[in-house]
């Protein structure tokens, strides 16, 4: 039997009510191929559930070590984390592929609202952008990206970023600012996947 200091009080209840209903939202939202629960890295783990240092994530590591089934999943976490004793609303996260994202920041995309697009990527709390560097950017998304994390450096607002190559060899695809801001949005928080392709494995 619980005594009446064990059970959650009306608030408490309310609150777990709406991070129940913000996990199953984004649970939703997560490719099939990565619905899966996996044991996650204890460095992302730690990040996911607001033990680390560091705000934002960096997973790297070679094709197909996990990164972005990893990223998915610490992500699902992250926002079950986000309701702690006081209530902020539901956290807003955004995940993107690179190549969807520079086509989407593109002048001439269809249906590109540009500045609005970018204004809310600079606001959400959480931007994920899954493998960076294969992305083939131009001046002008370098610029928007530039936009985006610039904003998100200045107030500190996380990202979560999965890429085969360290932040300090990106400039080729971020160009150099953005390249410093990420570097230093992550230092303290990239982490190295390593182990076997699992695609190959699973084929095997």
């Avoid at 992302?44 to 680390?52: D, K, L, M, N, P």
């Avoid at 539901?90 to 970018?118: K, Q, Y």
């Amino acid at each position: 039997m619980h005594s009446s200091s064990e059970l959650p009080t009306p608030r408490q209840s309310w609150i777990a009510e709406r991070r129940d209903a913000a996990v199953a939202t984004f649970t939703a939202k997560i490719p099939g191929i990565y619905q899966a629960n996996i044991e996650l890295d204890p460095d992302v783990a730690a990040w996911a559930t607001g033990r680390s240092d560091c705000p934002s994530l960096f997973l790297t590591g070679p094709i197909g070590v996990g990164k972005t089934h990893s990223a998915w999943q610490a992500t699902r976490q992250w926002v079950h984390h986000q309701f702690g004793a006081s209530y902020r609303g539901t956290p807003v996260v955004e995940s993107w592929r690179s190549t969807a994202l520079f086509d989407a920041l593109r002048p001439d995309a269809d249906g590109n609202s540009g500045r609005a697009m970018v204004k809310h990527l600079q606001r959400v709390d959480l931007l994920f952008i899954d493998d960076l560097a294969a992305a083939r950017p131009s001046t002008w998304t370098q610029e928007r990206l530039f936009e985006i994390f610039d904003e998100r450096y200045i107030n500190r607002r996380p990202v979560l970023v999965t890429c085969d190559v360290l932040p300090s060899s990106l400039a080729e695809v971020t160009g150099d600012r953005v390249r410093s801001r990420l570097a230093e949005m992550c230092r303290g928080g990239v982490v190295l996947l390593q182990g076997a392709d699992r695609r190959r494995s699973a084929a095997a």
